[in-house]
């Protein structure tokens, strides 16, 4: 079962696809990464059989008839504004305080959490008195281990005795699962171009967007690209051990020894589309938490 805006590659793979509205198509709330929470109202309906995913999420709650321990409905709200007052309950006297924020309010302009009875107004700025949420009884987590992601149990987190102090983690340098080789001799890394984003399943149905990035391409080092004889806007293939991308070689200031691939491009919008387009079949992800898993060995391009 799929919910999506569109009918994307992971959505034709689905057995059942609920079609869901999108912003400006019905009412809520975002976070910005500032704290600041906004209101969006609805614009306009939503077309055909979609739905705000808030609908689809109550209407398979009575379908389920899910029910809480004395017998009654399990989710007593019914709309995006109710909703919100149950998320402020959640909120009650944890970091993220939203108990003094209302829709009423947001529509005079965006507030930022916590906002409660000690700061009605929304707080600008955090940790100003030196303490931070790292308490034992009062952290939103342990964390975990680094290197590893494990869990740090709650006795190794109490030893660590934060006393409200921030904690600054490290650990050692770890490289890359995968290194040049003489077969392999250039480092893979792959990322965003800042005219599309993830797999392009709204901003490859812009117009602008797509002009000015129409198609995935390989970045290579002036240096590298007159060593192995890529001029500008030459077709090469670039291949790891698991696969193969082509596209047109852009000579520009990435650095020596590396290429860059975006991993926008699939084969969604095109079904005629050249194959070998998509970054993600060249690159290995171990289970890490850090960016080197969108990195990977490859060949020479030719």
Not at 153 to 158: A, K
Not at 264 to 288: C, F, M, Q, S
Request: aromatic residues 10%.
């Amino acid at each position: 079962m799929v919910q999506d805006l569109f009918l994307t590659e992971t959505a034709e793979l689905a057995d059942v696809v609920l079609p869901a509205a999108t912003w400006g198509e019905k009412t809520g709330t975002f976070t910005s990464v500032d704290r600041t929470v906004h209101i969006s109202d609805k614009a306009v309906d939503p077309p055909g059989e979609a739905r705000p995913d808030l609908d689809i999420f109550l209407d398979y709650g009575r379908r389920m008839d899910f029910r809480d321990r004395d017998g009654n409905p399990l989710i007593p709200w019914s709309d995006p504004e109710s909703a919100f007052e149950a998320w402020k309950e959640c909120s009650r006297g944890r970091p993220c305080d939203y108990t003094g924020i209302t829709y009423e309010r947001l529509r005079g302009g965006g507030i930022q959490w916590p906002c409660d009875s000690e700061h009605p107004d929304g707080t600008e700025r955090l940790y100003t008195d030196g303490v931070f949420n790292t308490d034992p009884a009062y952290c939103e987590t342990y964390g975990q281990d680094l290197a590893t992601g494990a869990e740090l149990l709650p006795e190794e987190y109490r030893a660590k005795e934060p006393g409200g102090r921030a904690f600054l983690h490290a650990t050692p340098y770890q490289p890359s699962p995968e290194a040049p080789s003489d077969e392999y001799p250039l480092l893979l890394t792959t990322g965003r171009t800042v005219y599309q984003f993830h797999t392009r399943t709204k901003t490859g149905r812009a117009t602008q967007l797509v002009h000015a990035a129409p198609e995935v391409w390989i970045e290579v080092n002036p240096a590298d690209a007159d060593r192995l004889g890529v001029g500008e806007g030459d077709r090469v293939r670039l291949e790891s051990p698991r696969g193969v991308v082509r596209a047109r070689a852009r000579v520009c200031g990435v650095r020596p020894g590396v290429v860059f691939v975006p991993f926008h491009y699939g084969y969604w919008d095109v079904k005629d589309a050249e194959p070998d387009r998509a970054a993600n079949e060249l690159t290995i992800t171990p289970g890490t938490r850090c960016p080197s898993s969108r990195s990977s060995r490859s060949p020479r391009s030719g």
